[in-house]
């Protein structure tokens, strides 16, 4: 990521110190935000797993969890429920959280600094491709496609051992 030179505030150069550069006029620190990301794990009746196909980098042709960035001041629940609906057309209730996974296992640099995984449940809408992806639909486990990111096999796997847990206990 680049770094800026110039205060966002009075325009003065910015000097590096320490991990976060200080402004040479006005000695205001500027914090670099990270880039969240957020997506869900949804699974069909039948367990398969709701994959859409990136239509943009990282990972573009791929396949992965609905997903995307959270917008400042936002939810990162309902974030994730409307990133969900603006891919795939499908309303979710977003629940736990699967994990938390670091940019090495969501596309480096150019993806988010840090991704939020979320169970989640379908709950209304028609299934259909928008936005940035490129197609969107369900996946049996033996089917999955070529996936983009490995923190989708990851939360994927861990929600289906969860489920198959829940399923022995009954
Ligand atoms: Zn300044």
Known sequence: MDA???CTFCAEP???AGRHPVC???GR???RDPKVGVGVVVLDEQGRLLLVRRGVDPGKGRWALPA???DAGEDPRHAAARETFEETGLEVEVGAVIDVYPSTATGGHSGASFFLAFEAVAVGGTLAADDDALDAGFFGPQALPELAFASTRDAALRVAARASR???RL
């Open 24 to 26: 040479t006029g006005c």
């Open 29 to 31: 620190v500027h914090h």
């Open 166 to 168: 829940q399923q022995h």
């Open 4 to 6: 800026p030179v110039f």
């Open 68 to 70: 995307g960035f959270v």
């Open 14 to 16: 910015l000097q590096p």
